[in-house]
């Protein structure tokens, strides 16, 4: 018989250590002063890009690390419409600059990225408007945040960007808006505190949410922009942002919830959360990088397990209301897959630029529960909560603060000076976001 031949096994990718050391030398703080702009608001004649004009608008009493009044910029591609975005936000906003830069010319991107210590982007559907600026921060050692929930882009962002971004220091974080600062620096804070006060790391963390609120046109543009791309079946792998997938880990046990369920340790019906599909992602990449690839796993446990819902309330009403919410919710994903509905939810949708009025944004709430277990039964519970509409409100609130850790606050930051890549909020961020968003008014507590 013949000897059968074959190919020798290809070598095993090593598998990806958490968050290396970066091996250039990040910027200097004398390097970033020389920048000419601390913060450079991206986007800022959108929809939440206005709010974060009016929000900086308001920190004339912040000094930079100079000790000099922060220095910052409206950027986008209308040099008009910046100018009557800046005129509409006051005194507070008359000696910002403008930058002209439409999202797909590379060598205005390139310029604004130098003159820039921190990029603050609200430009979106980031699949869109994004790829070229965060390719312009990567090479110029700019620091970044977004307000996405865009996870396909993001995994495309971190294949293209993640090595290149961790070997110059360069922290580029998405997710810094309502999707998904809660879920992710809310799940950090309960394995913060098992680990402190128990000594073991989090095995488990669930939390449900409730939320008033409304939508906005650029999140409708970039849903249904995703939903029409090829890279919508990604959405469903909860893995989809985990560095490690070498790993092939099993998704049993961490697919999204689908139905309604009775919740003990809510005291609640629950159902699918629709935002669950994007902050699952986020969270479980904050675990693989803050989990040693070797040694004793601290806060979070080796097998970590994280899941979201919304909640309905406890009585009868609240069981129907959930299983009714569920149906509905997996009727409109599947709508959504067929491309004439698409076209029409288009058609019949508000258009970019547009969403909720004034008066409903400061009638918007949200809060967050959640409750973290460790291996051996002990529980942890906490809970973030805001006033305000979250897809505005406490959005702008989250990424503006995101922004000036970054800007103001860089030595303090988890992981050093040296620490970069495409980042989580907690990964990147973590108490020192947690501080400056209690600082302005949201709760975040831990039993
Ligand atoms: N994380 C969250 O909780 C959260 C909440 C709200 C929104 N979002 C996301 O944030 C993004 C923005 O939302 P929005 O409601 O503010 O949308 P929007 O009002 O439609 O704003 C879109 C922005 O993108 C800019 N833009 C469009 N084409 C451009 C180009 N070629 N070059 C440069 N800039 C360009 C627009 O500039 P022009 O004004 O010149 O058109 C505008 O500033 C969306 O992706 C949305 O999904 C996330």
New binding site residues.
């Given amino acids: 018989m013949a000897k059968s031949t074959s190919t020798p096994a290809p070598k095993k990718k090593p598998a990806v250590k958490a968050l290396p050391r970066a091996k250039r030398q990040v910027p200097s703080p004398s390097q970033i002063q020389a920048r000419k702009y601390d913060v450079v608001l991206y986007?800022?004649?959108?929809?939440?890009?206005k709010q974060t004009v009016a929000h900086f608008a308001q920190l004339g009493h912040l000094k930079n690390a100079a000790g000099k009044p922060l220095r910052w910029a409206l950027a986008?591609?209308?040099a008009d419409?910046l100018a009557a975005v800046r005129a509409a936000c006051g005194a507070g906003a008359k000696h910002a600059d403008i930058v002209v830069a439409?999202?797909?010319d590379a060598a205005a991107l390139g310029q604004l990225a130098q003159d820039a210590h921190v990029v603050l982007s609200?430009?979106?559907?980031?699949a869109l408007?994004g790829s070229e600026l965060v390719a312009a921060c990567v090479k110029h050692g700019t620091h970044y945040v977004d307000?996405?929930?865009e996870t396909p882009w993001v995994h495309g962002m971190i294949a293209q960007h993640h090595a290149a971004a961790v070997a110059n220091g360069t922290r580029i974080i998405p997710f810094c808006?309502?999707?998904s600062v809660p879920s992710d620096l809310g799940t950090w804070l309960i394995t913060q505190a098992m680990q402190e006060k128990y000594g073991e790391p989090c095995e488990r963390v669930k939390a449900c949410f409730t939320l008033q609120g409304g939508v906005?046109?650029?999140?409708l543009?970039?849903a249904l922009n995703f939903m029409g791309s090829d890279q919508a079946k990604m959405l469903a792998d909860p893995f989809l942002l985990s560095p490690d997938r070498d790993r092939k880990r099993s998704s049993t046990g961490h697919q999204d919830p689908s139905g309604p369920s009775y919740d003990v340790d809510f005291k609640a019906w629950l159902g699918p959360f629709f935002m669950g599909p994007i902050n699952t992602r986020v969270v479980r990449r904050s675990a693989d990088l803050l989990t040693p690839a070797r040694g004793k796993p601290m806060g979070y446990a080796k097998n970590f397990h994280y899941q979201e819902y919304l909640r309905f309330g406890g009585g009868p009403l609240a069981a129907a209301a959930a299983t009714a919410f569920s149906a509905g919710m997996a009727a409109s994903q599947f709508a959504m897959t067929l491309a004439p509905v698409r076209a029409l939810a288009g058609k019949l949708a508000p258009g970019?630029?547009t969403?909720p009025s004034e008066g409903s944004m400061n009638r918007g709430s949200f809060r967050c529960e959640l409750v973290g277990t460790s291996a051996s039964g002990h529980a942890v519970r906490g809970r973030i909560a805001d006033r305000g509409d979250p897809?505005?409100r406490a959005?702008t609130k989250m990424v503006c603060e995101a922004a000036l850790c970054l800007a103001l606050q860089f030595d303090e930051l988890p992981g050093g000076r040296s620490r970069g890549g495409l980042l989580t909020p907690a990964s990147g961020l973590g108490a020192v976001l947690v501080a400056r968003l209690r600082a302005a008014g949201m709760t975040f507590e831990v039993d």
């Fill in positions: 986007g800022a004649s959108g929809f939440v890009g986008g591609r209308s419409k439409d999202a797909q609200t430009a979106g559907p980031f408007y307000i996405t929930g808006g309502f999707d906005n046109g650029g999140t543009a970039s970019p630029g969403g897809g505005n959005t």
